[in-house]
């Protein structure tokens, strides 16, 4: 059965360009970072290469780069490191509604610690008003932290508006760029944020590794002590193949970001007519244009996504529901919720998120067994259980 990967936005493959340059430190490039000898150093000139390549790809300095296990750890760093190092001057968080759980759990605590959080909402294509933030912000305010771009809907956000609200009434700011990193143009200090988030196996390199930019003069404080690695923002010796990776990666998507970027738009806007136009009932979500070019999900009516997520795996084609119900947990996804997508129609969300790989005939193949998907699932006496 020939397969096909359509969920690139919950990870991506090995390019095997990334792999040729990791091999040398899996295999023979064994020293520790920190050490002084002819061993420690080969591994460090590969760490630092990385970072050059982390920094150039963003438009920051080297220094700014602080490597970590991967986007989530970058989120929370952030966000506690900020809310630690400015307690003293204000209590104040500003948040989206549709963040990662990376960030909204990390808010969450805090706000059981005695910070205060205001949630921003979005609209109905899941997008934030810069004029909600405004709003919103306080002399308490420290840190204001919106996603790039979302996760699940794949909607763009106004950081750079949102960042130049912040900037002016004395906040930091913060953006998760995991799924936004090597999709679209990106440039911190057109940007203007304080903090911003990256993670390899989004963009064909590997698990495990991910990095926070942190602008220089920030006010912030590491989580954890006990080593002087990340020039002691972040200890523990350095996973020197997985930061190579990453710095390969980077490289690779900013390079080649246009051409990989047609090409995905193309797949998914023929995947998103072909759909639309073929299967009744069928609800496009997020900005048909503001959103990341290779990001497509819907909400379609009288099914749920589950059913679908299993028989698309059972004919070889995998993609996402998007969370839209949290696994064993029932709880619809907070992201639909924030939109004001109903319950009923949010059952049945698919998100589908194409790659370099990916082909006309894929897309063919996916449109056509989910068309047939949906007819069988509406033909079938609905359950009790159909609920999540």
């Known amino acids: 059965m020939r397969r096909i990967y359509l969920d690139h936005g919950a990870t991506t493959p090995l390019d095997s360009r990334v792999v040729d340059e990791m ?36 438009n920051v300095d ?75 912000l306080r002399p308490t305010t420290i840190l204001v932290t919106v996603m790039l771009v979302n996760n699940e809907v794949g909607t763009v956000q106004p950081v750079k508006e949102i960042a130049a609200l912040a900037r002016e009434a004395g906040a930091l700011c913060h953006t998760d760029a995991v799924q936004g990193f090597g999709k679209t143009a990106l440039d911190v200090q057109e940007l ?9 196996h989004k963009i064909y390199g590997p698990k495990g590794a991910g990095a926070l930019y942190l602008r220089e003069g920030t006010a912030w404080q590491p989580l954890n002590r006990g080593g002087g690695q990340e020039n002691k923002r972040r200890p523990g010796t350095e996973n020197v193949a997985g930061i190579v990776g990453l710095g390969a990666a980077a490289d690779l998507a900013v390079r080649n970001l246009e051409a990989e970027a047609a090409h995905v738009r193309a797949l998914r806007d023929q995947l998103a ?55 064993g947990s029932g709880a619809l996804s907070h992201v639909l919720r924030a939109m004001g997508i109903p319950d009923e129609l949010a059952r049945g969300s698919l998100r589908v998120t194409l790659g370099r790989a990916n082909t006309e005939a894929d897309v063919h ?13 509406r033909q079938r006496p609905r359950r009790e259980t159909d609920s999540c």
């Open 192 to 200: 203007g944020v304080d903090m911003l988030s990256v993670s390899a």
């Open 62 to 136: 080297l220094r700014e780069i602080i490597f970590t296990s991967g986007g989530s750890e970058a989120n929370y760093l952030a966000v506690r490191g900020v809310a630690h190092a400015n307690r003293d001057r204000g209590n104040h968080i500003i948040a989206s509604r549709i963040e990662h759980h990376s960030v909204l759990d990390t808010c969450l605590d805090l706000a059981e610690n005695g910070f205060e959080v205001t949630w921003i909402p979005v609209d109905a294509d899941g997008i934030v008003d810069p004029r909600d933030v405004a709003a919103a």
């Open 23 to 58: 091999l040398p430190y899996l295999r023979n490039v064994f020293g520790n970072p920190s050490s002084a000898h002819a061993f420690g150093r080969e591994a460090r000139k590969g760490v630092e290469t990385a970072r050059a390549r982390v920094a150039r790809a963003l």
């Open 273 to 327: 007519d072909q759909i639309l136009r073929h299967i009744p009932g069928v609800h496009f979500s997020g900005h048909r244009e503001l959103r990341v070019p290779h990001n497509a999900h819907f909400c379609i009516e009288g099914v749920t996504g589950a059913d679908l997520l299993a028989g698309l795996d059972a004919a070889g084609i995998a993609v996402s529901v998007a969370s839209a119900c949290a696994v």
């Open 365 to 377: 193949v996916f449109a056509d067994t989910l068309e047939r998907l949906v007819r069988e699932a």
